[in-house]
């Protein structure tokens, strides 16, 4: 049972999966961290699942056991995270790496009203073998850059599992990965909602377990680095296809004209063919940044976003449709005009350098033009429930 004293300002909460061989010691470290601070709080172990003693070793340590049946790390600490009754809560891992009796720097941070507190791991110090080689000088580094770079995240460790948060602005983020990519989607979601994110220092000591770690470096990775591309469209979708659709149309329009030569390398039909069809993947990548913008604003999986509110009112479908039709006709227009060119030499044989710098970028503009009119339609079926 939850403890009976609506006043409990802390809840420290550690997930647990066959943890027998360190959870008592984490779990005596932060009574003992909260009994010399007097800070009134609790210690709530999420336990999923675990097969060895590390429930009834928890629960006499003085540790709430709650059971959370749904697999996985995300799953631990979101039912953890419910089930704490503090107004801050901190979490860690239960395997002896961190320092539950360090917490204090945490602790200033939120009463300064900070939302979101990420230890770092980097500042703080990183024992030897406490951190793999692989996450502490590639997979780590990496994810942490790309988060900063695609959401301006203000975090230099990225997946530090020591972080302290008020339970009531986190709660209001419904998070719902169930994976380590747990971590990631807090500092995303907090960052996209502008919450007030700050990192203190903070140690890793090599854990203390027997057993393999649950991570799994590559997997692992991967859910993390899919997580922030599925939340970054304008990464994932905007931005590559910008760049498509720009050379596409500037190396297809110096191509026009004729055969180009570079470095003794000629550039001709077939580069513009290739030209073309970077214009239409890079539109579609477009379209899809779209299509994304708007589920995800439907569905709250992102704040209001004011900049595309007035993009949504400018680019209606009507307009969408007038546009559509009009490159269509002027496609369809290139077209003809070729059918009269071959008619010119009753219907013979053609030279494909000039014919070609003709018929593709015609076929383009009337492709073109049925994407935006079905895209037209799609965006506004995702929008309805907009107003």
């Not at 961290?33 to 097969?51: F, H």
Request: with cysteine; net charge neutral; proline share 5%.
């Amino acid at each position: 049972m939850p403890p009976s004293d609506n006043k409990i300002e802390l809840s420290i909460v550690m997930p647990c999966l066959n943890e027998a061989e360190t959870i008592a010691g984490c779990v005596e470290q932060a009574r003992r961290y909260l009994s010399e601070t007097g800070i009134n709080g609790e210690i709530v172990v999420a336990d999923n699942g675990s097969t060895d003693q590390s429930r009834a070793i928890a629960a006499a340590a003085g540790a709430r056991v709650v059971e959370i049946t749904e697999k996985g790390y995300g799953s631990a600490l979101a039912g953890g995270i419910t089930a704490a009754v503090g107004e801050w809560v901190i979490m860690g891992d239960a395997d002896g790496s961190y320092d539950f009796s360090g917490l204090t720097p945490f602790i200033d941070k939120l009463r300064q009203g900070f939302d979101l507190v990420i230890g770092n791991r980097f500042e703080g110090g990183i024992f030897p073998q406490a951190m793999p080689f692989l996450h502490k000088y590639l997979g780590n580094p990496v994810l942490t850059g790309i988060g900063r770079l695609f959401f301006k995240a203000p975090v230099g460790d990225f997946h530090c599992g020591l972080r302290g948060f008020r339970k009531a602005a986190i709660a209001a983020l419904d998070l719902r990965t169930t994976g380590m990519e747990f971590a990631s989607e807090m500092i995303i979601k907090a960052r996209l909602q502008n919450l007030r994110i700050v990192e203190v220092p903070t140690t890793l000591s090599p854990d203390g377990r027997s057993r393999k770690p649950h991570l799994r470096t590559w997997r692992d990775g991967w859910r993390h680095l899919r997580f922030m591309l599925i939340y970054s469209p304008k990464w994932l979708f905007f931005y590559p296809g910008l760049s498509l659709l720009a050379v596409g149309l500037a190396l297809g329009a110096w191509l026009l004209p004729g055969p180009r030569t570079v470095a003794g390398v000629t550039l001709d039909i077939h580069t513009l063919l290739y030209c073309s069809a970077a214009v239409f993947i890079g539109f579609q990548s477009i379209l899809f940044a779209a299509f994304y913008k708007i589920f995800a604003l439907t569905e709250n999986l992102q704040p209001p976003d004011p900049v595309f509110n007035r993009l949504f009112t400018v680019f209606t479908l009507e307009r969408g449709l007038i546009a559509g039709c009009l490159l269509f006709l002027l496609g369809l227009a290139g077209s003809l005009y070729a059918v009269g060119v071959w008619e010119s030499v009753s219907f013979g044989n053609l030279d494909p350098q000039q014919t070609l710098r003709l018929v593709v970028p015609s076929v383009l503009a009337m492709i073109l033009g049925c994407q935006i009119v079905l895209s037209s339609f799609f965006l506004s079926i995702l929008g309805i429930n907009r107003k």
